[in-house]
């Protein structure tokens, strides 16, 4: 009802002043934000990451900025404050959330997004592409869209991968913002979707990487399945043959214009093929997720999944065959094995680095049991849209398809996320979405005042609960996605001088050597990708790291390289081992000591945060 | 076809390519050469090949000028690297040739109409 009351002048004017207060909380969220993230000094010393280091402003302005997000959110009867208002508030947060580590250093967090650097780096020299070097010359579209960008622009790429995940998230949200625009023509729901999209999105899926570049096309494909290429179908009558085949013949397109079909037809299967050239994983979460959409009737070119399939086929048979003779890719599958290496082995280290991880899943299924309880809403209610619980749902199922490195179930809880956050808004945003504001509603001019003037206190009382409830839940889950976020922060935020060292042992490591490095997390490989055979201390020694058993395998690793081995310990990567549990708190001391003492070992670098030893053979 | 049926967004477009991937190409001081690259590379070849569409939404429209220039420049880039062809200078002249070609398309496309 009130959603169909004009607001009176003196409360639009009102309105606009308090439009211009929610904008100015931005400004003041993000100086705060950015004030006290740059004071955060690197190397961060908390296995607790950066949650534990961040002064108190920084916290402040989180609260700001949700409390002025859910004010504008309420908006008045009308509806909530103005696009621009709404937009700007969305790019506080992205900037307060995805670059907050920019903000404390300027080297890009973890190693990934390094060795991609070295890999654009390595195609722009050679020139061609030879898939028997490893995994990503099978799927070099987004490197090769890397190197031309990097060459052509001349912008700086340790400056690009900085900001990536801010440049992610601003291509996520923008296709985000469209595709919500076919599943609900409430502006507060979309709204509050994107927020809370931003807000679960501890996945750390947004630097420099293919899956950054092949979730953006897979988020526009969906869009395009949701909009001109949607269907539309008619009431379901059962699974009898002759109900499902006259369901299926009864369905229509839902875009009048055959010409416009056409073009976004065309368009998807452009994005398709990229996606598939390009990542190995998101062409099987876009499989997944057509057939469904399809075999619900939503979609309109019903042979769209067996093109996929076709496209994805030819793929892995040709230009990537070289990499799937090597690694058959259903070889690790099974419901234990992925268990194992997705959740089981995550749960071990330090405490602190328990809790974050811990604190992950409770982000994850917080978030889902919020997405559960609005689908059960929506469904008593008879608004339950199928095309959200399927895209939201459908990704688990390739859980036990691949244990992708232990990192499936990341892959799968952020595919899920922009569905899973829509769904949660059925939840956190009253049935009638204008309910979350009685601004601008008016009382009836008749009688019964007395009872209308209670009955308008009540709705303003549980308006501002429900305003209140909100705010509360967002900032509490702005808390949580830093926590886990962030979380690594103690070896995946790089120190100057650990940059240094990297730079000190690509100077002294000849063409042709091999450089060991003691554990992943490793700011290397920018540069010279191919020069080097490049090993961890950790990959070598597998389980037991320790100094006896180790010390001769590394050893002998280095001598063995005809020419000559360069080895690096850095802080980063001991913290990594100690925080994850594989090693002890005394680092790789005793094991330096052992190799320091060995026939053709020396130092040749070092500083506060690394060592540099040059063996020769 | 009749030139003059033919709008000016499609003529500033098909204009723009050729200017821009000459820039481009000779070179400029970097925050400039960043700009001219990334409206040749992706904008203007997204735009392009937007146009061609009959969308209407303005938001799925500047969506897909962003995907479809990406796109584009990605399948590009890759099928040059698999020829053994690729360079940079390349591939800035064949966005451009793609941002005129989809003009030309278009300019067809309005002189029917």
């Given at each position: 009802m009130t959603g169909t009351l004009e607001a009176t002048t003196r409360t639009k004017e009102r309105w606009k002043s308090r439009e211009a207060w929610c904008a100015l909380a931005g400004v003041v969220s993000l100086a705060l934000a950015v004030g006290a993230a740059s004071t955060v000094t690197a190397p961060v010393d908390n296995d607790l990451g950066l949650v534990a280091v961040l002064p108190y402003p920084f916290w402040a302005g989180v609260l700001i900025l949700n409390v002025a997000f859910v004010v504008a959110l309420r908006g008045d009867a009308a509806g909530p404050a103005r696009r621009p208002v709404m937009i700007w508030l969305v790019v506080v947060l992205v900037l307060v959330l995805f670059g907050t580590a920019a903000f404390v250093t300027d080297i890009p967090r973890g190693e990934i997004?390094?060795?991609?650097?070295?890999?654009?780096?390595?195609?722009?020299?050679?020139?061609?592409?030879?898939?028997?070097?490893?995994?990503?010359?099978?799927?070099?579209?987004?490197?090769?869209?890397?190197?031309?960008?990097?060459?052509?622009?001349?912008?700086?790429?340790?400056?690009?991968?900085?900001?990536?995940?801010?440049?992610?998230?601003?291509?996520?949200?923008?296709?985000?913002?469209?595709?919500?625009?076919?599943?609900?023509?409430?502006?507060?729901?979309?709204?509050?979707?994107?927020?809370?999209?931003?807000?679960?999105?501890?996945?750390?899926?947004?630097?420099?990487?293919?899956?950054?570049?092949?979730?953006?096309?897979?988020?526009?494909?969906?869009?395009?399945?949701?909009?001109?290429?949607?269907?539309?179908?008619?009431?379901?009558?059962?699974?009898?043959?002759?109900?499902?085949?006259?369901?299926?013949?009864?369905?229509?397109?839902?875009?009048?214009?055959?010409?416009?079909?056409?073009?976004?037809?065309?368009?998807?299967?452009?994005?398709?093929?990229?996606?598939?050239?390009?990542?190995?994983?998101?062409?099987?979460?876009?499989?997944?997720?057509?057939?469904?959409?399809?075999?619900?009737?939503?979609?309109?070119?019903?042979?769209?999944?067996?093109?996929?399939?076709?496209?994805?086929?030819?793929?892995?048979?040709?230009?990537?065959?070289?990499?799937?003779?090597?690694?058959?890719?259903?070889?690790?599958?099974?419901?234990?094995?992925?268990?194992?290496?997705?959740?089981?082995?995550?749960?071990?280290?330090?405490?602190?680095?328990?809790?974050?991880?811990?604190?992950?899943?409770?982000?994850?299924?917080?978030?889902?049991?919020?997405?559960?309880?609005?689908?059960?809403?929506?469904?008593?209610?008879?608004?339950?849209?199928?095309?959200?619980?399927?895209?939201?749902?459908?990704?688990?199922?390739?859980?036990?398809?691949?244990?992708?490195?232990?990192?499936?179930?990341?892959?799968?809880?952020?595919?899920?996320l922009p569905f899973i956050a829509l769904q949660a808004c059925s939840v956190l945003l009253p049935t009638d979405g204008s309910k979350l504001s009685t601004v601008g509603s008016k009382l009836p001019a008749d009688g019964s005042k007395r009872r209308s003037y209670l009955a308008a206190d009540d709705s303003k009382r549980r308006s501002y609960l429900a305003a209140g409830g909100l705010a509360l839940t967002c900032v509490l889950l702005a808390v949580l996605t830093v926590t886990g976020r962030f979380g690594n922060a103690r070896y995946d935020v790089f120190t100057h001088d650990e940059i240094d060292a990297v730079a000190a042992m690509q100077r002294l490591a000849p063409p042709g050597s091999a450089i060991i490095s003691a554990a992943h997390p490793t700011p290397w490989r920018s540069e010279a990708y191919l020069d080097h055979r490049s090993r961890t201390i950790e990959d070598l020694c597998r389980s037991d790291l320790s100094t006896a058993r180790c010390g001769p395998l590394v050893y002998d690793y280095a001598r063995r390289s005809t020419a000559g081995a360069v080895l690096l310990i850095t802080r980063s990567s001991e913290a990594s081992l100690v925080l994850q549990g594989v090693r002890g708190a005394g680092g790789f001391s005793e094991l330096e000591k052992w190799l320091g003492a060995q026939n053709g070992v020396e130092l040749v670098f070092s500083n506060v945060d690394a060592r540099v030893y040059r063996v020769t053979p | 076809m009749n030139i003059g049926s033919i709008s000016r967004l499609t003529l500033a477009l098909g204009l723009s390519a050729v200017a821009l991937s000459l820039i481009t190409l000779v070179g400029l001081p970097t925050p400039l050469q960043t700009i001219a690259a990334i409206a040749v590379l992706v904008l203007l070849p997204g735009q392009a090949l937007a146009r061609l569409t009959q969308v209407t939404d303005i938001a799925l429209g500047a969506l897909l000028v962003l995907a479809l220039g990406l796109a584009a420049l990605t399948v590009v880039s890759t099928a040059m690297f698999y020829l053994a062809v690729w360079s940079w200078q390349a591939c800035v002249v064949s966005m451009g040739v793609i941002t005129v070609l989809a003009c030309m398309a278009r300019a067809r496309q309005e002189a029917t109409t």
């Amino acid at each position: 009802m009130t959603g169909t009351l004009e607001a009176t002048t003196r409360t639009k004017e009102r309105w606009k002043s308090r439009e211009a207060w929610c904008a100015l909380a931005g400004v003041v969220s993000l100086a705060l934000a950015v004030g006290a993230a740059s004071t955060v000094t690197a190397p961060v010393d908390n296995d607790l990451g950066l949650v534990a280091v961040l002064p108190y402003p920084f916290w402040a302005g989180v609260l700001i900025l949700n409390v002025a997000f859910v004010v504008a959110l309420r908006g008045d009867a009308a509806g909530p404050a103005r696009r621009p208002v709404m937009i700007w508030l969305v790019v506080v947060l992205v900037l307060v959330l995805f670059g907050t580590a920019a903000f404390v250093t300027d080297i890009p967090r973890g190693e990934i997004a390094f060795r991609h650097l070295g890999i654009a780096d390595a195609l722009s020299h050679t020139q061609g592409i030879d898939p028997d070097i490893d995994g990503y010359f099978n799927w070099p579209g987004f490197f090769a869209l890397l190197s031309t960008v990097l060459r052509a622009t001349g912008l700086d790429p340790v400056a690009l991968a900085l900001w990536a995940p801010v440049l992610n998230m601003g291509l996520w949200l923008a296709a985000l913002a469209v595709l919500t625009g076919y599943l609900t023509r409430d502006p507060r729901r979309r709204y509050l979707a994107l927020w809370l999209f931003c807000l679960g999105n501890w996945q750390d899926q947004d630097y420099l990487s293919p899956q950054a570049f092949g979730f953006f096309l897979h988020l526009v494909v969906i869009a395009l399945l949701l909009g001109p290429l949607a269907a539309r179908a008619p009431q379901f009558r059962g699974f009898r043959r002759a109900d499902l085949a006259a369901w299926w013949r009864g369905r229509s397109p839902a875009e009048p214009r055959p010409g416009y079909r056409v073009g976004a037809l065309v368009i998807t299967l452009l994005l398709i093929t990229v996606i598939v050239a390009s990542h190995q994983l998101t062409p099987f979460m876009l499989l997944i997720g057509v057939t469904a959409l399809t075999l619900s009737g939503r979609v309109w070119p019903s042979r769209l999944p067996l093109i996929t399939i076709v496209v994805l086929t030819l793929w892995l048979a040709y230009p990537a065959s070289a990499y799937l003779l090597g690694h058959p890719p259903l070889a690790d599958a099974g419901l234990e094995a992925a268990t194992e290496a997705n959740v089981l082995d995550r749960v071990r280290g330090t405490d602190g680095h328990v809790l974050v991880v811990q604190v992950r899943a409770l982000l994850t299924l917080v978030l889902w049991g919020l997405a559960a309880a609005g689908a059960w809403r929506d469904w008593r209610r008879g608004r339950l849209d199928i095309r959200v619980v399927l895209l939201a749902v459908t990704p688990l199922l390739l859980f036990p398809a691949q244990v992708y490195g232990g990192e499936m179930l990341i892959r799968v809880s952020l595919f899920a996320l922009p569905f899973i956050a829509l769904q949660a808004c059925s939840v956190l945003l009253p049935t009638d979405g204008s309910k979350l504001s009685t601004v601008g509603s008016k009382l009836p001019a008749d009688g019964s005042k007395r009872r209308s003037y209670l009955a308008a206190d009540d709705s303003k009382r549980r308006s501002y609960l429900a305003a209140g409830g909100l705010a509360l839940t967002c900032v509490l889950l702005a808390v949580l996605t830093v926590t886990g976020r962030f979380g690594n922060a103690r070896y995946d935020v790089f120190t100057h001088d650990e940059i240094d060292a990297v730079a000190a042992m690509q100077r002294l490591a000849p063409p042709g050597s091999a450089i060991i490095s003691a554990a992943h997390p490793t700011p290397w490989r920018s540069e010279a990708y191919l020069d080097h055979r490049s090993r961890t201390i950790e990959d070598l020694c597998r389980s037991d790291l320790s100094t006896a058993r180790c010390g001769p395998l590394v050893y002998d690793y280095a001598r063995r390289s005809t020419a000559g081995a360069v080895l690096l310990i850095t802080r980063s990567s001991e913290a990594s081992l100690v925080l994850q549990g594989v090693r002890g708190a005394g680092g790789f001391s005793e094991l330096e000591k052992w190799l320091g003492a060995q026939n053709g070992v020396e130092l040749v670098f070092s500083n506060v945060d690394a060592r540099v030893y040059r063996v020769t053979p | 076809m009749n030139i003059g049926s033919i709008s000016r967004l499609t003529l500033a477009l098909g204009l723009s390519a050729v200017a821009l991937s000459l820039i481009t190409l000779v070179g400029l001081p970097t925050p400039l050469q960043t700009i001219a690259a990334i409206a040749v590379l992706v904008l203007l070849p997204g735009q392009a090949l937007a146009r061609l569409t009959q969308v209407t939404d303005i938001a799925l429209g500047a969506l897909l000028v962003l995907a479809l220039g990406l796109a584009a420049l990605t399948v590009v880039s890759t099928a040059m690297f698999y020829l053994a062809v690729w360079s940079w200078q390349a591939c800035v002249v064949s966005m451009g040739v793609i941002t005129v070609l989809a003009c030309m398309a278009r300019a067809r496309q309005e002189a029917t109409t």
